[in-house]
């Protein structure tokens, strides 16, 4: 009992008193705290930087989804519409392209990652990759989007582009009248 009791005093006598707390050594102290204006002026770069790389981002995944869009056979300027290119991108995977609208509510949006997950393998398949390739899509996306958009691969399968005009049957032959 008496070894506890020393070791409670050692613990006083070296980290002080517990509830006395003196602010003059702590570093958390006045002389190490931002001023106002420092920490407005911090916040607004980091949301300014945090936007431009939020706009790089889109305009590199934009290119890079147009590229895979016309190697299957869909207009470019698709990739570019923030919520249609990712309702195009599922329908070339095979999968219903609503799935990109649900994507937007909360907790709805977990299975429409999964939908978004099978599309992205079906549409590595289409461009003739192994199915392991889906790891790419799913743990390091640019560089699933890269490969696609610049590798050597052709669009298998039926053509994802819907004819614009129908085609026009052949005419039957004219059946001769009779003559007198």
Do not use: H
Not at 100 to 112: E, R, S, Y
């Amino acid at each position: 009992m008496k070894f506890l009791s020393l070791l409670g005093q050692a613990s006083d006598q070296y980290y002080g008193d517990p509830y006395m707390y003196d602010t003059s050594n702590s570093m958390y102290g006045a002389s190490s705290q931002m001023s106002d204006a420092a920490a407005a002026s911090f916040l607004i770069f980091m949301l300014i930087f945090g936007l431009v790389v939020a706009l790089i981002g889109y305009v590199v995944s934009a290119f890079l989804l147009s590229r895979i869009f016309k190697k299957a056979g869909v207009e470019g300027w698709k990739a570019w519409v923030p919520v249609y290119n990712m309702w195009v991108l599922l329908e070339l995977g095979d999968q219903k392209g609503f799935w990109a609208i649900l994507a937007l509510i909360p907790f709805v949006n977990i299975v429409a990652v999964v939908f978004l997950i099978i599309a992205e393998y079906n549409i590595g398949l289409k461009l003739q990759k192994e199915g392991w390739f889906v790891l790419l899509a799913i743990f390091i996306p640019i560089v699933w989007f890269i490969w696609l958009a610049f590798d050597k691969s052709t669009w298998k399968g039926a053509p994802a582009v819907k004819p614009s005009a129908p085609a026009s049957k052949p005419t039957p032959p004219a059946t001769p009248t009779p003559t007198a």
